[in-house]
């Protein structure tokens, strides 16, 4: 059983195109996570949601725009891909309240290639 | 800013051999995690570090915390070719900032 899960894995596609990645987890969290991982392997956080609600809103360009249709999923739109935004892009989840000191679980990526 | 730096970058280490993994952190927090990425892969949970002096151990692996310090170490006893890999520590304030990273080769 996939605790989080990612799709697509791989995508790829040309500058100027507009993609989604979605996410969603089966473990019951109430907190979900978008990370962008860059080619040195730098992970930095660019959203957070709790319970549909945006938390965490780093800078990041207004071409990312994350969806929270319910706490189990957690959607990523980009608009206008730039060659900048090849990355890996990693969902996780975690849970607030009592579980909050426990680590966050991770999704396998999905590979963005922008040509 | 809460900031988190590693060092080593890369660690190349022959089998058989002891090395340590340090992780500093810039502002005040007492909840450090390790994680480990293979190659292509997901990032996995290895320790979860929650007070001043915690002391976690799995396997070859064994991580330590000092908050005074602000320093979290992991340190590989008897190095085995499955341990290669990305290892992150990251620091949770206000949210979880990673480290720069890890890469640990084990060779022969």
């Known amino acids: 059983d996939t605790a989080v899960s990612q799709t697509p894995k791989y995508l790829v596609t040309q500058m100027g195109n507009d993609k989604s990645i979605k996410c969603e987890q089966n473990?019951?969290?109430?907190?979900m996570y978008w990370y962008k991982q860059d080619s040195k392997k730098f992970l930095k956080i660019m959203f957070s949601?709790?319970?549909?609600?945006?938390?965490i809103n780093e800078t990041v360009p207004n071409r990312f725009s994350p969806k929270s249709p319910d706490k189990a999923h957690l959607n990523l739109h980009i608009n206008s891909l730039e060659l900048g935004d090849s990355a890996v892009y990693f969902c996780a989840s975690s849970q607030a309240g009592t579980g909050y000191n426990q680590p966050q679980h991770f999704g396998d990526g999905t590979r963005l290639s922008i040509l | 800013e809460l900031k988190v730096e590693q060092n080593p970058l890369f660690l190349s280490m022959q089998e058989g051999k002891n090395y340590t993994i340090y992780c500093n952190y810039s502002t005040t927090s007492d909840r450090l995690y390790w994680y480990r990425q293979d190659p292509g892969k997901s990032l996995e949970s290895l320790f979860v570090l929650l007070s001043n002096g915690a002391v976690k151990q799995e396997g070859r692996l064994m991580a330590s915390l000092d908050t005074k310090a602000r320093l979290s170490t992991l340190h590989i006893t008897a190095a085995v070719h499955d341990l290669s890999a990305t290892y992150f520590c990251?620091?949770?304030?206000?949210?979880?900032?990673f480290g720069t990273g890890t890469r640990l080769q084990v060779f022969p």
């Open positions: 949601y709790n319970n549909k609600e945006l938390i």
């Open positions: 990251a620091c949770r304030g206000d949210k979880l900032i």
């Open positions: 473990l019951g969290h109430d907190t």
